[in-house]
């Protein structure tokens, strides 16, 4: 393979990584060149898990990497043990459904909210129909149980290769069953649905109010039931509490293991908090950790959200990010009495530095003007309740990229440099007093 091929490939997948931030994985780096030529890039991939999350999530990302590092449009395509990724990835026949990467045993992180749904999951993919069945887990929005079901698939396809398995939200279940009624296609519905080894079924509430639905999910429930076919449904609510389910689902819902998920302590999120970093290539302090951990207690997708901040901040690999970097970057504001707006940061940062406002505006890139401008970015995202948007528009109508790479320079150097961290504290008090 060409040097120049090779080199031109690993810097469209460095730029996918500030491209697309909420998708780009550390196991990026294990991506190879397959071939490049023609118009054509094909990327061989870990596994097939990895190449269909690549060819569904991040297609745009690296279409749009490779067009902006070559200058032509280039054709992606996602190769994984000699298998090309096109559209939908191709499955195996035993296979009705594609895991996130991500979502394994291994990487859910397992605390006293969880531990009972994590074990139930286990012994289910190791023993199908046979350990606790239904498995029924529920808990409010965002504390992993969609990772769950997707590690209940991978795992019996690990341990059972030849298992047919259907994992699809029930959602999309009511649609495939509306569908196959206007196609007249019923019988195919029913035995693509019933003759399984496992069938999973994600959010299982949205069966509620829907009559027809209802009683062909009752039908496959108990036809799957009496061929001991490992049925796994998961929740917002205890089969119980979800409105408007008759009581025969019910009661069939909860013949099996029901497995709460809580709320995770402030232990469990630290740890979820080091392992989503560590998934993205992230280096982050223990305080850090930590102060995440507290600013977000309910929700695990808000972990992931504040991470992605982060992630597009640095860049993967770039610096440990500090608790102080952290706190400037999800935006906490320091507390102040005083209501602090940019024209007052402006104006005292102006002075301090013995520049004009029109030159922190400007387009100059000389070092006594660039740091002002820089600082003045820091602290306006410190203490004011301004969007980064806004923060931009004030000096010289720079875009927020612009704004988070200058608070993120400052950051850094308040670790390192004790003269702007000094000065950084004389300013904050000037404005604030």
């Not at 070559?70 to 895991?99: M, N, Q, W």
């Not at 531990?115 to 606790?132: N, P």
């Not at 940062?349 to 820091?378: G, N």
Request: aromatic letters at 8%; glycine letters at 6%.
């Amino acid at each position: 393979m060409a040097q120049d091929a090779k080199e031109i490939f690993e810097a469209i997948v460095e730029r996918v990584k500030v491209l697309d931030p909420v998708n780009s994985r550390s196991w990026f780096d294990n991506l190879t060149l397959k071939n490049f030529s023609g118009g054509m890039l094909e990327i061989n991939c870990p596994d097939s898990q990895s190449a269909g999350f690549l060819q569904d999530t991040c297609i745009s990302g690296f279409t749009l990497a490779a067009q902006q590092i070559t200058g032509h449009l280039v054709t992606i395509k996602f190769s994984s043990d000699g298998k090309t990724t096109k559209g939908k990835s191709a499955k195996s026949p035993a296979a009705e459904f594609r895991t996130h990467p991500d979502y394994t045993f291994d990487n859910f992180v397992v605390g006293p909210c969880n531990r009972l749904a994590h074990a139930s999951c286990i012994a289910v993919s190791k023993a199908l129909g046979t350990t606790y069945n239904p498995l029924f887990i529920f808990g409010t929005v965002g504390l992993g149980k969609t990772h769950l079901l997707h590690a209940i698939c991978r795992e019996t396809q690990n341990n059972y290769p030849n298992a047919k398995i259907q994992f699809l939200s029930c959602e999309e279940f009511v649609n495939r069953f509306i569908n196959a009624i206007g196609q007249g296609s019923l019988p195919d519905f029913k035995d693509q649905y019933r003759k399984v080894d496992l069938l999973v079924i994600d959010d299982v509430q949205f069966l509620r109010e829907r009559d027809q639905s209802q009683e062909e999910f009752f039908h496959t429930f108990n036809a799957l039931y009496d061929n001991r076919s490992q049925i796994v449904l998961s929740a917002d609510a205890a089969p119980g509490e979800i409105p408007s389910l008759p009581e025969r689902l019910t009661s069939r819902f909860k013949c099996g293991l029901v497995a709460r998920i809580d709320t995770p302590s402030f232990e469990t999120r630290i740890a979820i908090v080091q392992k989503k970093a560590r998934l993205r290539g992230m280096k982050i302090a223990d305080d850090a950790a930590e102060y995440i951990a507290g600013r977000v207690k309910a929700n695990i997708r808000e972990i992931e959200g504040a991470l992605t901040t982060l992630y597009a901040l640095v860049g993967p690999g770039q610096q440990d990010i500090s608790k102080e970097f952290a706190r400037i970057a999800l935006g906490d504001k320091e507390s102040t009495d005083k209501n602090v707006s940019i024209t007052d940061i402006i104006k005292v940062v102006t002075t301090y530095f013995d520049v004009r406002p029109a030159d922190l505006q400007s387009k100059k890139r000389s070092q006594s003007i660039t740091m002002p401008r820089q600082i003045c970015m820091y602290l306006a995202r410190s203490l004011t309740n301004h969007s980064l948007e806004e923060i931009g528009g004030h000096l010289g109508g720079r875009d927020h990229t612009t704004v988070m790479h200058a608070c993120g320079k400052i950051t850094e150097l308040v670790q390192s440099n004790e003269k702007i961290k000094s000065q950084l504290a004389d300013l904050t008090k000037r404005i604030t007093k």
